[in-house]
């Protein structure tokens, strides 16, 4: 290498080993913080729907839980009425990605909407328990059929749920009904 080149390389490794520490330098001074970890000077930003560190919050109210045999119907205290029209058995094919088809337990649900206004059901949560406390597989099989509208004032709405239970134990459930997330809870069964 000729004497000019080896000038050259070194010029070049020289300037960029001081970019290189210059960026560093404009990192660690930019505000995120100083070498000791303490905050330094930043902008406030106001805490979602307000308030403040130091201020205590009300609890959220607890979800109610209403149980009935599976043949009687529940009043939750919102003012809709949850029932079990009808259960069934019967051999299903799996209806989506990750299912197992077998033997399962086709619950109809039936709200009727007793307040004064339309009510959303796309937020029901029906859950089938069977045995000690085994939590059934939700399929979307036939005949699956959720529901999906608003009900209005003294209208009646169905859904039908599908779950996996094994055949030796689908006369020994307990089923959930939650009309809306966070909501009262109908339970019918046992359990």
Do not use: H, W
Not at 146 to 156: A, N, Q
Request: no cysteine.
């Amino acid at each position: 290498m000729t004497r000019k080149r080896t000038l050259l390389v070194t010029a070049v490794v020289a300037v960029v080993a001081v970019v290189a520490v210059v960026a560093a330098i404009l990192l660690v001074s930019r505000g995120d913080g100083d070498a000791g970890g303490t905050p330094t000077d930043r902008e406030t930003v106001a805490a979602p729907g307000g308030g403040r560190i130091d201020e205590t919050v009300e609890p959220a109210p607890t979800a109610s839980t209403r149980t009935a045999a599976p043949d009687e119907s529940v009043t939750l205290p919102g003012g809709l009425e949850v029932e079990i029209a009808r259960t069934s058995t019967k051999k299903v094919k799996p209806g989506g990605p990750g299912e197992v088809g077998g033997n399962a337990v086709i619950a109809r649900v039936r709200i009727t909407n007793g307040t004064d206004e339309a009510v959303s059901l796309d937020g029901v949560t029906v859950t089938l328990i069977y045995g000690a406390n085994q939590v059934a597989q939700p399929l979307t099989s036939d005949p699956y059929s959720p529901f999906s509208r608003t009900v209005e004032p003294g209208k009646k709405a169905d859904g039908l749920y599908v779950f996996r239970v094994p055949k030796n134990r689908s006369s020994d459930v307990t089923i959930t009904v939650q009309p809306e997330p966070g909501g009262d809870v109908a339970r019918f069964g046992d359990r």
